[in-house]
């Protein structure tokens, strides 16, 4: 997973606003705000421009810019509109003249009408105006929010600007109308259109708050018997407001408590609440002014910048703070479980969260090479442990070892990244996601490494007992922390474990930390001999266990080793990757308990939370839909939100509880299905029964009578936030659990046990696997092209997929005449390549948007990347010939989960690592050409004589429409079905 990294984005500045505005705004005279009155352009532009108008680049050169210019005929008002077209290269627009603002405007009040055209794709509209002096100087902007709209529809958009917000020395404005940059991975279509721009000033005195409430416990973590307190952390309370009201909610939402204070009490002592019971809740904050009587909420900005685009930004308001109650204090470190521990990303925060939820040991990495931002951040610069050949920085390091064994914590040690001096490539700068690229080989020298591993044991060996050999290697192409082969690895690892053992003999040595998907190249590491260099396995993920990597071990005759989970992605969601709705906090609390109750019943040893902050790029939950939006990935998974403050998420509290619970050594006993659709898991716990229980039905329900009967003179029962509750009034609530501690194990003993219901995804999968029915073709094991583009390769010698094609219509439609197609594939250690030739397409027509080139003539084909005809393992792509030329679109990829491959382009994106042709021959037919790297096709991983499930299909639009396609196999037009895939294996 990601590694610890520097704060790439500055932190805004964060305001509790609430602005309003009177009706009497007075018009200000715009300048041809409806750009009827045309000008000869000014070179180097052709044609006519707006008068009062002038196009600006600002950061893009002139000569660059894109096509802009009049619209005649369809305009939002009266008969002309500019246009400028969207590009990648930077942000262009209309400026107007300068306005000089008036003394009495409170208020500048901007409106504008905005159009994409259809099928536009490209960057955002961004209307803005820019704050200068009298002298023309720039001073600032003012932005307002938009989308856009609907394709083809005008869009009228509103920015209202405060006169206190904004820059000193204002005295005159200009409105901007122009594009943002478009995202690398878009090729720019259309154009977007303004129109109508109307100007007024209101002379109302505007209200906005500015100041922040913070309470005042660590990351808002409190206990039985404090007061939570919230006080003015920065800014002013201003004299108008009368009162503040908190509304104290539980996580069911029930309202808890509510209190009001006047402006002097919340200056002088705050806002506080008694909390009653422990849980985790949540505080809604509104405001009275004088003279008011309906109350406003308070509401906390903070700006997300886009990771595809920079320029492309979104405001959040947070309209609430979340805090944690617990029963007691935690137990000290060495009290603890010694199961349960956390990986660490922000050395000093995640050490005082981890205390707070009650983990006894930290998983550290030691960054040999740094982490590629030496040059942007100091911390970087410090933590890069060798920046010269036996030059090392200890002194960062030294301060977080001390700290973690003040705090009581054991440590297990990473040791990762190949310093730039000592790397093979150190011309390798890019930043792949989070690992620059030389740190990603093996060292030229191996001595080199065992120096450093040496150098590091020696110094800590009294602090530290676990160490682990570099971070999820995986076969070149599949993981950014390893470019190299396998027996690279086996190398490395050979050396540190050696290395280790010579200083500390009684250490426990970790193979770097891999995922179920990372058995291919584990089984080469064992092939290669590489079983005998490790003490413990280290598996990385979200409902893993270890069986294959055993099964593996007794095929290759090695000894089985204890397992541990040394990166838990319980919580973390892939917003590219993730299918359906995002999942609620109570859904995520509950999947995590799920996966330690999977990790315990197959014998983990130890458990490493990851993470415990979602971290500092503003991975939040609720940026999720703007990052799909914006087609970049983010993986919110820490137990404590980031942004706009340090705060408790449900799943802390839930941690919480579980540990508070652990006497000694958890080990799973059992599993039940119960009426009511209830279920429970069966612990032993020191000696003593603790059963959790929670329900899949979606209304509550009592407990199981069975269950009830578990319940001694001794027994517990708890909700998953620590509450007491009564056996007799207990209603299992839908997507929460409960504790029973102490139960009665003969009554346990008793209940009918099952087998299926804590389960790996690859367990249920297998159970559920389905046989792929599609057609049988082959594939060839040599290159059918030098390029895409060029010609085939020995093409009288192919031998071509021609089993008749089934034709599906659309509206009563019937196969044209003629119209077939036939395909040839080949699986080489340079990719997938493919060829489909189409007879009969007797108009060409692809005009459809971006993204959906199946409604046009195209090829669209989708591979089974899982192997199991499950629908999780579909990748599905389209080759189409645009206006633009030919493109090879990604529509649909497989959730990655925690996986971080290099090379490989998420879904709904033209693919990066690949490449297509579409070419018309001599006699006709029509040919698609594509050739994808295997990094693209990952979970997939290739080897010699591998059956590849595939299913392929060509659409035919006759120039009006779609009327229907024809398709090789199914599972794609239809229903999205790789079960009926067919069947492609090696040509003999």
């Known amino acids: 997973m990601i590694p610890l990294r520097p704060l790439s984005l500055a932190l805004t500045t964060l305001l509790l606003s609430l602005s309003f505005f009177m009706a009497s705004a007075a018009d200000v005279a715009v300048k041809n705000g409806s750009f009827e009155e045309t000008r000869p352009a000014t070179a180097p532009d052709q044609g006519v421009a707006p008068v009062s108008w002038e196009f600006s680049t600002w950061s893009l050169p002139r000569d660059q810019a894109p096509e802009h210019g009049i619209l005649t005929g369809d ?106 940059g478009a995202p690398a991975a878009i090729t720019p279509t259309g154009n977007l259109a303004y129109d109508d721009v109307r100007l007024a000033e209101d002379a109302t005195k505007v209200r906005t708050i500015r100041f922040t409430l913070r309470g005042e416990a660590t990351y808002s973590w409190w206990k039985i018997g404090d007061t939570v307190r919230f006080k003015v952390a920065t800014g002013t309370v201003p004299e108008w407001l009368e009162s ?46 004088k003279g008011e009587t ?45 199961q349960f521990g956390f990986h660490c990303e922000k050395p000093n925060e995640d050490a005082a969260i981890a205390n707070l939820i009650g983990f006894q040991f930290v998983r550290f990495w030691f960054h040999w090479g740094g982490n590629g931002w030496e040059w942007a951040d100091k911390l970087s610069a410090q933590l890069l442990l060798e920046p010269e050949r036996g030059k090392f920085q200890w002194e960062k390091y030294d301060e977080y070892i001390s700290m973690f064994r003040r705090n009581g914590f054991d440590i297990q040690a990473v040791i990762v990244n190949t310093p730039k001096w000592a790397s093979p490539h150190p011309e390798d700068t890019k930043m792949d996601i989070c690992v620059p690229g030389y740190a990603a080989y093996a060292p030229k020298e191996m001595t080199d490494w065992s120096n450093a591993v040496r150098a590091i044991v020696t110094r800590y060996k009294q602090d530290i007992k676990a160490w682990e050999m570099w971070n999820e290697p995986h076969l070149p192409g599949f993981s950014v922390f390893w470019r190299e082969k396998p027996e ?63 099964a593996l071990d007794k095929k290759f005759g090695v000894q089985s080793k204890p397992w541990s989970s040394t990166e838990c992605h319980s919580i973390l969601i892939d917003s590219l990757g993730h299918k359906g709705k995002v999942p609620t906090e109570n859904e995520l609390a509950l999947r995590m308990l799920y996966d330690h109750f999977l990790q315990l019943k197959h014998g983990v040893a130890q458990t490493a939370f990851y993470s415990m902050i979602n ?49 000694g050594k958890l080990t799973y006993r059992g599993e039940f299905e119960l009426p009511n659709d209830q279920k429970a898991a069966w612990f032993d716990n020191g000696g003593k029964p603790l059963v959790c229980v929670w329900t899949q039905s979606a209304k509550p329900a009592p407990l199981d009578a069975g269950l009830a009967k578990v319940v001694g003179p001794t027994t517990r029962v708890i909700d998953w936030e620590g509450r007491t509750v009564n056996t007799s009034a207990l209603q299992v609530q839908p997507a929460r659990a409960y504790w029973i501690v102490d139960a009665k194990p003969d009554v346990l003993k008793s209940l009918p046990a099952s087998d299926n219901l804590i389960l790996s995804k690859e367990e249920r999968e297998r159970r559920m696997k389905k046989e792929h029915t599609g057609l049988v073709g082959t594939y060839q094991t040599t290159p059918l092209f030098a390029s895409a583009p060029g010609p085939l390769l020995n093409e009288s010698t192919l031998r071509w997929n021609e089993t008749p094609w089934k034709f599906v219509g659309f509206n009563g439609a019937t196969q044209p005449t003629g119209y077939s197609a036939r395909f040839i594939t080949a699986a080489t250690p340079n990719g997938l390549d493919l060829v489909v030739d189409v007879t009969g397409d007797a108009k060409h027509s692809q005009e459809s948007k971006r993204g ?87 979970p997939l991983v290739w080897k010699d004589g591998k059956t590849l499930f595939l299913s392929l299909l060509v659409n035919d639009n006759d120039g009006t429409d779609r009327i229907g396609y024809i398709e090789w196999s199914s599972g794609i037009g239809g229903d999205k079905d790789p079960s009926l895939y067919g069947k492609l294996t090696p040509a003999k």
């Not at 539980?250 to 919340?266: F, H, K, P, Q, Y």
């Not at 914006?630 to 705060?647: D, V």
């Not at 046009?856 to 629908?871: K, L, P, R």
């Open 75 to 180: 305009a939002a008002l009266g008969e002309k509109a500019v246009f400028v077209n969207p590009t990648v290269k930077g942000s262009t627009g209309w400026t107007s003249s300068a306005y000089a603002l008036t003394p009495e405007c409170e208020t500048l009040i901007l409106r504008v009408k905005v159009r994409k055209s259809s099928g536009y794709a490209g960057g955002s509209p961004w209307v803005f105006l820019t704050w200068h002096k009298a002298d023309g100087s720039f001073l600032g902007k003012a932005e307002a929010k938009t989308n856009g709209g609907t394709a083809g529809q005008w869009t009228e958009v509103t920015l209202s600007a405060p006169r206190e917000e904004m820059p000193a020395g204002t005295t005159h404005y200009r409105v901007n109308l122009a594009v943002l």
């Open 244 to 289: 503040l009201s908190g509304k104290v909610t539980d996580s069911l939402g029930a309202t808890v408590a509510e209190s009001n204070v006047t402006r002097d009490t919340l200056l002088k002592d705050g806002w506080s609440w008694k909390p009653e019971q422990p849980g985790f809740y949540e505080v809604i904050f509104t405001y009275r002014e």
């Open 294 to 338: 309906k109350p406003k909420t308070l509401t906390e900005p903070w700006l997300v910048k886009s990771q595809s685009n920079r320029e492309h930004t979104r405001t959040f308001q947070r309209d609430r703070f979340t805090i944690a109650v617990t029963a007691g204090a935690p137990r000290p470190a060495k009290d603890r479980p010694v």
């Open 488 to 550: 690279k690895y086996v190398e490395l690892l050979k050396a540190g474990y050696e290395t280790v053992k010579s200083v500390q003999p009684d250490s426990v040595v970790f193979i770097g930390g891999m995922a179920h998907r990372y058995l291919p190249f584990y089984r080469e590491v064992l092939r290669l001999g590489g079983g005998a260099y490790y003490d413990r396995l280290g598996i990385h993920g979200q409902m893993q266990i270890p069986d294959d990597f055993y």
């Open 615 to 663: 971290n500092q790029n503003k991975n939040e939950m609720e940026v999720i839909p703007f990052s799909r939006e914006e087609r970049y990935n983010i993986q919110p998974a820490g137990l404590f939100r980031h942004f706009p403050q340090i705060e408790p998420r449900l799943a802390a509290m839930v941690m919480r509880t579980l540990l508070d619970q652990v006497n």
């Open 852 to 938: 959906e080139y199946w409604s046009g003539d195209s090829v669209q084909f989708a591979i089974d990347t899982e192997e199991n005809g499950m629908a999780p393992g579909i990748m599905e792509f389209s080759i189409a010939l645009t206006k633009e030329g030919p493109i090879l679109w990604k529509h649909v990829a497989p959730s990655l989960g925690g996986d971080l491959p290099a090379k490989w382009t998420p879904g709904n994106q033209p693919v990066q690592f690949g490449s297509a042709a579409v070419e018309k021959l001599a006699d006709g037919r029509l040919r698609y050409k594509a050739r994808i790297e295997w990094s693209e096709l990952y």
